[in-house]
């Protein structure tokens, strides 16, 4: 060897810095941001990660504000979100979900408490009329109002709010919650016409410059069942619509609900809060197979519904119902046995769905009907230029986190198209997995569950079931997410990067890699707790 030149191993402090191992990297290290899960399955496009972490951090202010970039309706869907993010949480699979909607309601209800508000932009000079004041019209005259457009909202009912006032019992929503954050919206310059049917499109878009139809599907189904003129017969979206607008109905001590969807559920468990002591839900098909939310089932024969599975209403009198059991046949349909069975009911309340009146747009007709719904475009327009469509109108699932999330997106598409713009195509990510993880740093930590109303005061009021986390709670519940897929800064690239080569950045900005000294080893990737650095191939 010759002298003076500078060798690879030595014991001089500091000396390895002249031998620029990054010459003998094949592969480098890259961060990436991948998708969360939990942002990929939530229906109202939320950046659940990203105000996840704000919330770690106890900064619930700057997290309400990451929401509210999406919905506008944190405390609401925070207690009736079925939670589509929590079954796509990769925690689920080292223990529980993260309390995703437990944190959101709780970052709501702080919005609510502490009077926070959303900036709105300059004037836009246009002026957009929203029809229906459902969760999908709240959600567009919002984000229409933040991108400075002048928005009415046209609703037939007294107040607004749709099916989330007039569908969702007050033991789910409290009004107090949904006036409160329809108060600020209001309050963004969104101006609310009440009582103010619209029946005709065309007339309805004099003076307007685009319009969002967001009317819910407030239609009950109706089905052919032999009926005496004695049987009381009523469907749960009048049920659910009369305990609201002030028209409760007598309903009996025996109540049949018959249906399997989360509004037979809402129907069973409002009949015996208004005094039914023996509610039971029949339904044609199984458990496994019924479409309600299992939460949903879970509280109602908590409160003291019967259920009564593979089971179809054959007749109706004034004494009680003709039910016939049904078995499956071997491709799972319910076919009839033959065996009927009397069950006593003073009222049948009906629940097989809904439906939405698609009248308003009978004089379109280049307005594409199909199957019970509004055909709509990438961009959610309909076959008339400058009317949009999207909530129940329109082909979906049928959800107020849906509803939402079809606000924010035809907002965004209405502005763009006023502008004469393009909205931008969102940038490709590959999914988070929870083989990406490196579950072993994470700390064991319980998932933290909501306080319930006491039973017997459940069954005999109206009084919210679900209570909420306190900031103690939310905190911690906050601190279990993985941060799956995405850099949260924790150091341990940093620490074990046996050559230096890692760059601590400012807060909030990462690291950088020293490729002059990275030789590709990969130990800040195996090393990495949530699978944010990836290994590439060398550029040559």
């Not at 300059?122 to 029809?131: A, D, I, N, T, W």
């Not at 003291?304 to 349909?333: C, H, N, P, Y």
């Not at 079931?465 to 150091?491: I, P």
Request: charged share 25%; net charge negative.
């Amino acid at each position: 060897m010759e002298h003076g030149k500078p060798f690879a191993i030595t014991l001089d402090v500091g000396s390895s810095r002249a031998n620029k191992t990054g010459a003998w990297r094949s592969e480098r290290p890259v961060y990436v941001d991948l998708l969360p899960p939990c942002n990929q399955a939530c229906p109202a496009g939320q950046d659940i990660q990203k105000w996840l972490y704000h919330a770690e951090s106890g900064d619930y202010e700057t997290a309400w504000r990451g929401i509210m970039a999406d919905n506008p309706l944190p405390a609401v869907l925070g207690r009736i979100c079925y939670r589509p993010c929590e079954s796509a949480c990769n925690r689920g699979q080292l223990d529980e979900a993260v309390g995703i909607n437990s944190i959101e309601r709780f970052l709501g209800d702080e919005g609510i408490r502490q009077d926070w508000t959303m900036p709105v932009a300059e004037p836009s000079g246009k002026r957009v009329l929203v029809v229906g004041a459902g969760p999908a019209g709240l959600s567009a005259a919002y984000h229409l109002a933040r991108l400075g457009h002048a928005v009415t909202v046209r609703d037939a009912e007294a107040a607004p709010g749709g099916m989330l006032r007039y569908g969702i019992p007050r033991y789910r929503l409290p009004r107090e919650v949904l006036d409160a954050e329809i108060r600020r919206i209001a309050a963004m310059g969104v101006a609310f016409e009440q009582n103010s049917r619209v029946t005709d499109v065309v007339a309805a878009k004099a003076g307007f410059d685009a319009v969002f139809l967001a009317v819910g599907a407030q239609v009950g189904k109706r089905a052919y069942i032999p009926a005496g003129d004695t049987a009381h017969v009523l469907d749960a979206v009048s049920l659910l619509h009369g305990m609201e607008s002030g028209d409760r109905p007598l309903l009996g001590r025996r109540v049949a609900v018959y249906g399997g969807g989360n509004t037979a559920m809402d129907a069973a468990r409002t009949a015996m809060r208004l005094g039914a002591t023996d509610p039971v839900v029949v339904y044609r098909r199984t458990r496994a197979q019924m479409p309600a939310h299992e939460s949903e089932v879970a509280e109602a024969v908590e409160e003291g519904v019967s259920m009564r599975w593979l089971s179809t209403i054959s007749e109706i009198d004034g004494e009680g119902i003709t039910v016939q059991k049904m078995r499956l046949d071997d491709a799972g349909f319910p076919q009839p046995t033959g065996e009927f069975e009397r069950l006593a009911a003073d009222t049948v309340v009906l629940a097989l769905g809904q439906d939405t009146d698609l009248s308003l747009v009978d004089a379109l007709p280049e307005v594409e009907r199909a199957d019970g719904v509004v055909r709509v475009g990438t961009g959610m327009m309909t076959g008339h230029p400058g009317i949009f469509a999207g909530g129940d109108m329109v082909p979906s699932g049928r959800t107020a986190t849906v509803a939402v999330g079809h606000g924010g997106k035809a907002a965004r598409e209405i502005d763009a198209w006023l502008r004469g713009l393009a909205v931008p195509e969102p940038r490709p990510r590959r999914e988070a997995t929870f083989g990406d993880l490196n579950t072993w740093y994470y700390s064991d930590a319980d998932r933290t569950v909501r306080p319930h109303l006491d039973l017997s005061r459940r069954v005999s009021t109206f009084d919210e079931v679900k209570g909420g986390l306190e900031a103690s709670t939310a905190l911690f519940e906050a601190r279990r997410c993985l941060s799956c897929g995405n850099c949260f800064e924790c150091d341990n690239c940093y620490g074990v990067c046996p050559d230096n080569a890692v760059l601590k950045l400012e807060p909030g900005e990462r690291y950088a890699i020293d490729l002059d000294y990275c030789k590709g080893c990969g130990i800040c990737v195996a090393e990495c707790p949530c699978g944010a650095i990836e290994m590439v191939p060398e550029e040559t």
